[in-house]
């Protein structure tokens, strides 16, 4: 397709000045036939067009619009193949959660497994909301801190309401299946599980109450986009918008939303070896980076994860499975995503599931499709669980008498058995630290300041390896 750049221009300006003014009474989902998927899909992207969901199998894309950002499309000559009006529909299917909902379900969940379960606010939204989490391992009261750490949150856009199931689904199969299934009891015996349903509490608050499309957090009326306001790479890469009204505006500074800061104390207290932040739809894995041609220098692990994950994911129509890949590679530029600062700034392995197909959207029927998911996504998250007992490294850098050396880096050089792997891993506070690597012979470097270097030689072959160091003082 070509275009003039008088018309591309033109476009903009208008949605600059109009703005994306979703109220209750005017959505329209239109569905685009891409003849050019890549530039087609950035060019929609550029023009800040609130892109909701794509199906990558058929070249199409879905964008919520209002009336006149329908003429736009039409004036830009693209081909719409469907539409389907949103008027009256003004909330989700009632099954689904709200704020209240969740606290009082992760409340119960707390009381009725006492010795497996604790949950607490993490923090508090925009609007003085809590944000509710939830630990789950034995012996909960009694922290063990030799435990790896992993992940799960839902929910960073409000109008995504099954994004909350899956992480709830996570919560129920742990719980219910403790000394019941083996594979389980092992899981939560061994690890610190965290999961944080819902994420943007104030959003979805409003979804419920007045725009059943809203998707940022309730900043000035106009909102931001929390999952473009971290501040890794913020506004670095034409991955967010600058406008108010678009729908992934990055607010005006990166980690300017209270949202934002919360997420990003929680993941450094706690550290996780993997994270999944789930959304909807489109029926993808992505993993870091956000930006054009960027890749994770440990894209061996990072990269061979996603797209396993992928592989176990089956698509709502049963026949086939979830893609993995880059937002770029699947999509269009991110940036100020959380897995990009999960990554870079916390050392997390870290995924965003899109789950659902463009048939099901947003807010699909409960009671036909939520077991449906669940089930279909639940062998990601437990691949990931299964990964920490596999090639890895955990231990602990300590001092001669057994205090954990928190500012220890442990550097890694894969020396044979594969091709040049090299990770710098900055420690947990306490010392502790698993890292995920691919089987090799590795040397290990244990640094940290005023203390005199410690190197091991290390074969790591498909299950996890037990190793500590003790550094001396210079």
């Not at 000035?220 to 790479?233: K, Q």
């Not at 980690?255 to 993941?267: C, F, H, K």
């Not at 850098?397 to 550097?411: D, L, R, S, W």
């Amino acid at each position: 397709m070509k275009i003039k750049l008088s018309l591309l221009a033109f476009s903009a300006l208008m949605l600059t000045q109009v703005g994306m003014d979703f109220t209750g009474a005017h959505h329209t989902i239109l569905r685009l036939e891409l003849s050019q998927f890549p530039a087609q899909m950035k060019q929609l992207h550029a023009l800040d067009f609130d892109i909701a969901g794509v199906n990558l199998n058929a070249h199409t894309v879905d964008l919520v619009v209002d009336d006149l950002q329908a003429k736009q499309i039409h004036d830009l000559g693209f081909k719409v193949i469907n539409t389907k009006s949103q008027v009256g529909l003004t909330r989700p299917d009632n099954n689904y959660q709200t704020p209240e909902k969740i606290e009082a379900l992760l409340k119960k969940y707390a009381a009725q497994y006492p010795t497996l379960a604790q949950v607490q606010s993490v923090g508090k939204s925009l609007e003085g909301r809590d944000i509710w989490a939830i630990k789950i391992t034995s012996n909960v009261s009694q922290p063990d801190p030799a435990k790896p750490h992993i992940f799960f949150n839902g929910m960073h856009h409000a109008r995504e309401v099954m994004s909350v199931e899956i992480p709830l689904d996570t919560i129920e199969t742990l719980l219910k299946g403790y000394g019941k299934d083996s594979k389980i009891t092992h899981w939560v015996d061994a690890n610190e599980i965290w999961v944080l349903p819902m994420f943007n509490v104030d959003g979805n608050n409003k979804v419920w109450n007045s725009e059943s499309m809203w998707r940022k957090n309730t900043r000035g009326g106009y909102g931001v986009d929390i999952n473009r306001n971290y501040p890794y790479a913020w506004n670095s890469c034409n991955g967010s918008s600058n406008s108010q009204s678009a729908q992934d505006y990055h607010g005006p500074s990166g980690a300017s939303e209270p949202e934002t800061v919360v997420m990003m104390n929680l993941v450094k207290a706690i550290r996780p070896v993997f994270s999944i932040s789930y959304h909807s739809y489109s029926e993808i894995v992505i993993y870091p980076f956000g930006c054009e041609g960027q890749h994770t220098p440990t894209k061996e692990v990072v990269e061979s994860i996603g797209a396993e994950m992928a592989s176990l994911i089956v698509s709502d129509d049963g026949e086939g499975r979830y893609r993995a890949g880059t937002a770029p590679e699947l999509l269009y530029s991110v940036d100020g995503g959380d897995i990009d600062w999960m990554y870079h700034e916390a050392s997390v392995i870290p995924y965003v599931i899109e789950v659902n197909a463009d048939s099901q959207g947003f807010q699909p029927s409960y009671r036909k499709w939520r077991q449906k998911t669940v089930d279909n996504v639940r062998p990601a998250w437990e691949l990931l669980l299964d990964k920490l007992d596999g090639s890895s490294l955990h231990g602990q850098v300590k001092t001669p008498n057994g205090e954990g050396v928190g500012t220890a880096v442990v550097h890694l050089e894969r020396t044979s058995g594969g091709n040049p792997f090299v990770q710098d891993y900055p420690v947990r506070q306490d010392g502790y630290f698993d890292i995920i690597v691919p089987t090799g012979q590795y040397k290990v470097t244990y640094s940290a300041p005023g203390m005199q270097d410690s190197v091991q030689s290390l074969s790591v072959g498909s299950v996890r390896v037990e190793t500590n160091a003790s550094l001396q003082a210079k």
